[in-house]
């Protein structure tokens, strides 16, 4: 570990000057001796050792010289001291976050002060620390992040031209020329990248895939060896490629997803096929969801989702984009044609309810689930068509829908649909309060019992906002590294 100020990034003066004393003191030389060495006043070494005063590396080479040790010791090796290592613990927390937030005057650290009475300052710190994590990992905190996210996604247009440069670099690396990416050419990419590829069964169940650096490997579960392991493998990949460090709260967990997940959808969805494919599909009035998902060998909703990457930038198309629970809920949602999505109070989307009269929705009452379903939807704000599929996953089923306005529906296959849905949702009348009838008749003569969503109280493992288990990752690591020496 380094001794860097974590706030301007400097070397960490008190942790040095700490060192230089320890080792004055095991030299047997006092402060008057050191100063007659290097030729400065005997104040100076004072307020060096309390760290008030930063070295150049020069004058740190000529004290580490008569010191008998190195610069690269004075900066960066251990105290033998349990005293030093408190004080400087004690510093480090004094110049941190948590003591700034609580606006303490700084304690200065003098003799008088007792080992015990730093290491409870320091234990005090550290559960402080502790529970302002802990607090940030609340479903709140995630809520808003997560807004404000797709804020700065619309203002995008939900397009990210540096990770389409990046992902097309990429691809060249491997000699793609276009259309689908294949399994091969995923993991031909993954070997360019310097990893090899490992599917084995006892897989962490908090994570999708594990990439061991010290060893250049990469762990898939081996459930996906027969089908498609490309998405996990790009969002591993993608990682890597972004240099995206363990997240250290909700807004960047967040951040980092849909980069990842932004890099991994245009490597198997190329930004320049894709392109061309959907300016043809437009100028023949035939542009559709399915046809990109069977053009580019992808799930419905990664081609859903890349469809609102590149609609608006390159076919100058609004559009929206849902993904919502049998139940109703709304788990993804994304839209630059003003379609009102509702809220909470904190303007969030996800975990609300969406109307009933929608595609979302409706498409879960249609039988015919292999036929695309599209419908028109009177809203309050105006009239959208929307295409709507149903997946069904691991964590349930869902409908993922793309829309988008009324005249620009004219560019899709599927504009000619007779169905035709009026919603007037928030009023509570449109399809969240029974009818008059219906109330006299059952209210105050039923009780249902509600199905409590597990997910709802779990959806956040406590003071982890990552929600891997890392005893389960390391545990596997240890397991799976090969035997060589590190
Ligand atoms: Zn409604």
């Not at 008998?68 to 900066?75: E, H, K, V």
């Not at 990248?193 to 990439?211: A, C, E």
């Not at 849902?322 to 999505?341: M, R, T």
């Not at 089923?397 to 005249?407: E, Q």
Request: charged letters at 25%.
């Amino acid at each position: 570990m380094t001794d860097i100020d974590i706030q301007n990034g400097r070397p960490d003066s008190f942790a040095v000057g700490r060192r230089i004393r320890e080792r004055r003191v095991a030299q047997g030389l006092t402060v008057k001796d050191l100063a007659a060495r290097i030729g400065r006043a005997p104040s100076q070494i004072s307020l060096i050792e309390n760290g008030r005063r930063e070295l150049k590396l020069s004058e740190l080479q000529s004290i580490a010289a008569v010191l008998a040790t190195t610069a690269d010791n004075l900066m960066n090796g251990e105290l033998s001291n349990r005293r030093a290592t408190l004080e400087i613990a004690l510093d480090r927390a004094q110049r941190g976050a948590v003591f700034s937030s609580l606006n303490i005057p700084p304690l200065s650290i003098r003799k008088s002060l007792s080992d015990e009475a730093i290491a409870t300052i320091l234990t005090l710190h550290d559960e402080i620390e502790r529970l302002h994590q802990e607090r940030a990992a609340t479903p709140e905190i995630a809520r808003r992040a997560n807004t404000a996210l797709r804020k700065d996604q619309r203002n995008r247009n939900n397009y990210f031209p540096h990770l389409e440069a990046i992902a097309s670099s990429l691809l060249k690396t491997v000699d793609h020329r276009g259309g689908p990416l294949s399994q091969r050419s995923a993991s031909d990419l993954a070997r360019h990248l310097g990893f090899s590829l490992h599917y084995v069964g006892d897989f962490p169940r908090s994570t999708r895939s594990i990439t061991d650096y010290r060893h250049g490997r990469i762990y898939l579960p081996a459930h996906l060896r027969g089908s498609d392991p490309r998405s996990a493998l790009l969002q591993a990949l993608a990682l890597h490629v972004l240099e995206l460090k363990e997240p250290k709260d909700y807004e960047e967990l967040l951040r980092q997803r849909v980069e990842t997940n932004y890099l991994a959808a245009a490597l198997l969805i190329p930004e320049g096929s894709a392109v061309e494919f959907l300016h043809n599909a437009k100028a023949n009035r035939e542009l559709s969801v399915e046809d990109l998902r069977d053009a580019f060998a992808v799930p419905y909703e990664t081609a859903a989702h890349r469809f609102t990457n590149l609609a608006t930038h390159h076919l100058d198309i609004p559009v929206h984009f849902l993904k919502v629970h049998d139940s109703g809920v709304i788990s993804k949602a994304y839209e630059n044609d003003n379609v009102v999505f509702p809220t909470d109070a904190l303007g969030s989307v996800e975990g609300q309810i969406v109307c009933r009269w929608w595609a979302a929705r409706q498409v879960f009452s249609i039988e015919d689930q292999l036929t695309p379903y599209h419908q028109f939807s009177d809203k309050p704000v105006g009239t959208y068509w929307c295409t709507s599929s149903i997946q069904t996953t691991p964590t349930g089923v869902f409908s993922v829908s793309v829309g988008t306005t009324y005249s620009e529906s004219r560019w899709f296959r599927g504009r000619d649909t007779k169905k035709r849905f009026k919603s007037t949702c928030p009023d509570e009348r449109c399809c969240r309060r029974p009818s008059d009838e219906l109330m006299q008749r059952w209210d105050g003569s039923a009780r249902p019992s509600a199905h409590l969503n597990s997910s709802l109280l779990a959806a956040i493992p406590t003071g982890t906002f990552t929600g891997v288990d890392r005893v389960g990752v390391y545990d596997f690591l240890e397991t799976h590294s090969p035997a060589l020496p590190l």
